[in-house]
């Protein structure tokens, strides 16, 4: 059978219609791979359709400024031109003549192109999206083989170019960003007072993760990566916690204050509600979580902790095997320095560290490892007196429900980092290029992308609307 699709574009008024023919298509019937449209087919009628209607929307508009706004006079084309224009289904190129401004009134210019106040950007908003999506999800090299294999994009188009374009969303993500404050502590307490009464509770929790360096190629860069919860307790309305995401690169970023109070603002956090900042005892992030809010409660996360304790016990062990009845009894000191640590009694374990190290000393040229036992015990001791006032009660935290690990945010690093930064593949970046695409991955994570795009262009209709990723 021979198939022929012709497009219809009626006037504003209804009564002049345009009729073009679009495609002709011979479409056999004889086999199941024969039945309607091919790949190649819809991607050929999409690309032709947008063609002839986008010229036709552009002459429509170069109409419309070509008489001179104040007298009606037609105005004379002073040279010709055209401008390109970059689509989900293809690349076009629109005529975009220059006019002399009309003598009836004064203007800063002599000629100006109509076509600059409709074509702002040389690409669709909605090609920007998906590049900027899927290339915050996916490599950017499987984000141009995805959108070259469904769509009829511009064959021409590259791995630059889907690069640029996604950090370019990343950039005006930054510039939409406010100023970097020593405190985002709001009002006074009288003020709080009047506040009503919270709902919920809030969790922060911070960590970082590692990716490589492309400058320097035998060092990493450390990436900090968040996640805030924002849960119900049992008994309030039923509601399904707010999860948001953020993260940046600590040495480049200029304004992580201001980023995490964003986060937290856009969940509607009071200045009366409690909230509890989990970390792994770094001086920097500390200092981040800092002046965020009056009710914070901020703790050194007990994942961290009994990382360090962890690596006692494999000391333990090698200690066994040097002497078993000496080294089982150094393995049960290290068990209660854990319980006090759990019970947050810091002297006790400060104590149970001195102990320790005079309890080792027979192993100092028996045990092959001695001195760094020695280094491990030295450091996990700086590191509880660094911390002592973020060391709470563990186990009574644990038994009231109350968080005291950052689990859930070990989770965040590899779902934001490690998923795309891919360490498997070794992939390289550059500080500002990890750190731009990580504005776009964890706003397509949180499930905000498209209602940024909606906000930069309003009349921008996507078809479904993003849902956050599950924690």
């Known amino acids: 059978m021979r198939v022929k699709l012709q497009l219809v574009i009626c006037n504003d008024k209804g009564d002049e219609e345009i009729v073009t023919d679009v495609i002709t298509l011979n479409k056999n019937h004889q086999r199941i791979e024969h039945l309607g449209l091919t790949l190649a087919e819809s991607k050929h009628l999409l690309s032709t359709l947008q063609q002839h209607l986008l010229q036709q929307q552009v002459n429509t508009f170069l109409d419309a400024h070509a008489t001179c706004p104040d007298c009606g006079t037609l105005l004379k084309v002073k040279a010709h031109g055209s401008r390109s224009f970059r689509t989900l289904f293809g690349t076009f190129k629109c005529s975009s003549p220059r006019l002399e401004h009309c003598d009836c009134t004064r203007r800063k210019t002599s000629s100006f ?21 899927w290339s915050s999800l996916v490599s950017y090299g499987l984000s141009l083989d995805a959108l070259q294999d469904f769509l009829p994009i511009d064959l021409s188009l590259d791995v630059k170019t889907v690069r640029y374009d996604t950090l370019k969303v990343a950039k005006r993500l930054e510039a939409e960003l406010g100023d970097e404050q020593l405190s985002f502590i709001e009002g006074e307490l009288r003020a709080w007072d009047l506040l009503p009464p919270p709902e919920g509770f809030f969790k922060v929790g911070i960590d970082g993760g590692y990716v490589r360096n492309w400058v320097d190629k035998k060092h990493k860069f450390e990436v900090i990566v968040g996640k805030s919860i924002r ?31 964003e986060v937290l603002h856009s969940q509607n956090l009071q200045m009366n509600q409690e909230i509890t900042f989990l970390s792994d005892g770094d001086d920097k992030l500390r200092e981040l979580q800092w002046e965020m809010s009056p009710q914070a409660t901020h703790l050194l996360d007990w994942f961290h902790l009994t990382m360090k304790l962890t690596v006692l016990g494999q000391f333990g062990k090698g200690l066994v095997q040097c002497d078993a009845v000496l080294g089982e009894a ?55 007196v660094n911390n002592r006032h973020v060391i709470p009660n563990y186990g009574e935290r644990y038994r009231n429900g109350e968080p005291i690990a950052t689990g859930f945010v070990e989770s965040t690093v590899n779902e934001v980092v490690s998923k795309r930064f891919c360490k498997k593949q070794q992939m390289q970046w550059s500080k500002e290029g990890a750190h731009l695409l990580l504005q776009t991955r964890v706003r397509t994570l949180n499930g905000e992308l498209s209602a940024i795009f909606k906000r930069w262009y309003p009349d921008m209709d996507l078809e479904v609307a993003e849902m956050p ?3």
């Not at 076509?115 to 909605?126: D, G, R, Y």
Request: hydrophobic residues 40%; glycine residues 4%; charged residues 30%.
């Open 113 to 133: 192109r109509p076509l600059s106040a409709l074509l702002t950007e040389s690409v669709a908003p909605e090609l920007l999206y998906i590049e900027a999506k």
């Open 231 to 261: 849960g119900f307790e049992e008994g309030e309305e039923a509601r399904t916690p707010s999860i948001k995401r953020f993260g940046f690169v600590q040495t480049l970023d200029t304004k992580s204050k201001r980023r995490l109070y």
């Open 330 to 384: 150094i393995r049960d000191q290290i068990e209660r320095l854990k319980w006090s640590l759990w019970h947050g009694q810091v002297d006790k374990a400060l104590g149970k560290i001195d102990d320790l190290e005079t309890s080792i000393e027979p192993f100092s040229e028996t045990y092959a490892r001695f001195p760094q036992l020695v280094k491990a015990l030295s450091a996990l001791r700086t590191y509880i």
């Open 469 to 471: 990723v599950a924690a």
